[in-house]
T-cell receptor, first 116, second 111 residues
Framework: DTAVSQTPKYLVTQMGNDKSIKCEQN?????MYWYKQDSKKFLKIMFS???????INETVPNRFSPKSPDKAHLNLHINSLELGDSAVYFC???????????????FGEGSRLTVL | KQEVTQIPAALSVPEGENLVLNCSFT??????LQWFRQDPGKGLTSLLL?????REQTSGRLNASLDKSSGRSTLYIAASQPGDSATYLC??????????FGAGTRLFVKA
């Protein structure tokens, strides 16, 4: 039973299109994240959500709009896709120590986005 | 601002060798440090989590240490195997709902 699952695993699309990636965690965590891994494999945080509320937006263009309908889900919608958006997007979740957890991060398998 | 650096960027060793991967961080006020493994085209698998109050954690052939005062963590892999070939990432959490990752060490273990 997958702890953090994201779909789709692969997206190939044209510049200017809009796409969404969905993420679900069944760990009961309060906090969820989106990370971007670029072509050099460097992982950088994009957004953090805690109890469905946006906590961190790391200067991500407003073409990226995350939405958390409930604590178990965090989706990412991207408008007007650009070539530079091609990357692997990872969803993750954790339960911070101040919320009674260990702070351990759990990651999904990633969604590879290719913009042509 | 927290920065995490991993040295070396890549490492190739013969099977059976013991090895150490290094991770350094600039802000010693961390809550925890986590080591991950990433296989090509795959997600991140958590290997070890060290809380700020701990000095080390062990899992099988893996041992991770944490020295907050010097801003360093090491991942020790004993008796390396070809199946250990992967990229190893360390990540530091200093609060604020943001974990900062190093660029990783690509490990290749030759049979």
């Amino acid at each position: 039973d997958t702890a953090v699952s994201q779909t789709p695993k692969y997206l190939v699309t044209q510049m200017g299109n809009d796409k969404s990636i969905k993420c679900e965690q069944n760990l009961g965590h309060d906090t969820m994240y989106w990370y971007k891994q670029d072509s050099k494999k460097f992982l950088k945080i994009m957004f953090s959500y805690n109890n469905k509320e946006l906590i961190i937006n790391e200067t991500v263009p407003n073409r990226f709009s995350p939405k958390s309908p409930d604590k178990a889900h965090l989706n990412l919608h991207i408008n007007s896709l650009e070539l530079g958006d091609s990357a692997v997007y990872f969803c993750a979740s954790s339960q911070l120590r101040l919320a009674g957890g260990t702070g351990e991060l759990f990651f999904g398998e990633g969604s590879r986005l290719t913009v042509l | 601002k927290q920065e995490v650096t991993q040295i070396p960027a890549a490492l190739s060793v013969p099977e059976g060798e013991n090895l150490v991967l290094n991770c350094s961080f600039t802000d010693s006020a961390i809550y925890n440090l986590q080591w991950f493994r990433q296989d090509p085209g795959k997600g991140l698998t958590s290997l070890l989590l060290i809380q700020s109050s701990q000095r080390e954690q062990t899992s099988g052939r893996l041992n991770a240490s944490l020295d907050k005062s010097s801003g360093r963590s090491t991942l020790y892999i004993a008796a390396s195997q070809p199946g250990d070939s992967a990229t190893y990432l360390c990540a530091a959490y200093t609060g604020g709902f943001k974990t900062i990752f190093g660029a990783g060490t690509r490990l290749f273990v030759k049979a």
